[in-house]
């Protein structure tokens, strides 16, 4: 399976030493433990050892613990620390049911006890960054959910389906459970107390393609690229979406098409947008837009 695009699980832990320059009065095998950490559903901390983990090695380390490692595969990670001086050290390390609880990973001797010497001229202080990233274990692969493709061919196809919207004569066959989920104002029309609810033809006002967008957001959570929109005028495109969500109480629908509208917006068209996140009652579109405008006034001015 390509791994590419996947995200893998990490997390960033600063780890401070201290009274840097007493590092070399621990004893070997004496460390100071991080915090415990949640990563990939499990426990781990970072040790340090400031004396060093073997006696031959006299320096500071570094370690990762898992703290249960009594698990029924193996774990990867990729451990990366970076040092004060810009050096980069990184490992993959692999951890198992049958580890040792005192087999740690990591680093040893990442810093000498010489060079911590010095650092009483510089606050007496040793930092290192850890990074942890989970790597790709051998846990059976699960497929991404496909929910939203499946649904949408249930209401691309007309499987089933038991209410058809009349928009400008265009018809568009949806199922009232699914739309009636999504929103409270289907919801209301289709399975409440309106008349919309004994019928089998719904007529919608408005243009059929904003609306069949709507419906199909409804089904997959998922919105038209620019390049899909069914004008050039992306402005008017997005502003209509996001009218039609705010009258169908579809606020995640409603912030999207918001984001949309603001990033096609332009010097010479925020006024139109401006006009649309009011009607909207789209207040965080809104204060963006009326910034917009006093500095174009501002910057007017002063040129």
């Not at 960033?12 to 559903?41: N, R, V, W």
């Not at 951890?95 to 510089?122: M, T």
């Not at 199922?175 to 029309?189: D, G, I, Q, T, Y």
């Not at 004994?198 to 620019?226: C, E, M, W």
């Amino acid at each position: 399976m390509d791994s590419r695009g996947i995200i893998f699980p990490s997390t960033y832990i600063e780890f401070a030493l201290e009274k840097a320059d007493e590092a070399k009065d621990y004893p070997p095998l004496k460390s100071i433990p991080t915090k415990e950490f949640t990563l990939g559903g499990r426990q781990w901390r970072i040790l340090c050892y400031p004396g060093g983990k073997f006696k031959e090695v006299r320096g500071v380390g570094v370690y990762l613990e898992l703290i249960d490692p009594d698990i029924a595969h193996e774990v990867r990670v990729r451990f990366t620390g970076e040092l004060p001086s810009g050096r980069t050290l990184a490992t993959d390390l692999t951890f198992g049911k049958y580890q040792k609880k005192l087999d740690f990973n990591g680093f040893e001797g990442v810093i000498s006890h010489r060079e911590l010497a010095k650092l009483q001229y510089q606050r007496n202080k040793f930092k290192i960054a850890c990074t942890i990233v989970m790597l790709r274990d051998n846990r059976i692969d699960v497929p991404a959910s496909d929910v939203g493709s499946q649904l949408d061919a249930l209401q691309e196809l007309g499987i089933d389906y038991d209410v058809v919207f009349n928009v400008g004569g265009q018809l568009i066959p949806a199922h009232r459970l699914v739309v009636a989920a999504r929103s409270k104002v289907f919801a209301r029309m289709l399975c409440g107390e309106m008349s919309e609810a004994r019928k089998h033809n719904v007529k919608i006002q408005g243009d059929a393609a904003p609306f069949t967008a709507l419906v199909k957001f409804a089904y997959t959570d998922s919105l038209p690229s620019n390049a899909e929109l069914w004008t050039d005028d992306a402005v008017s495109a997005w502003g209509q979406l996001l009218q039609l969500s705010d009258c169908y109480g579809m606020d995640r629908m409603k912030s999207l098409c918001a984001a949309s509208l603001w990033d096609a917006t332009t010097e010479k068209t925020v006024s139109r947008t401006l006009v649309f996140a009011m009607d909207a009652k789209c207040q965080e579109l809104q204060d963006k837009c009326e910034e917009f405008i006093v500095k174009e006034s501002n910057l007017m001015e002063a040129l």
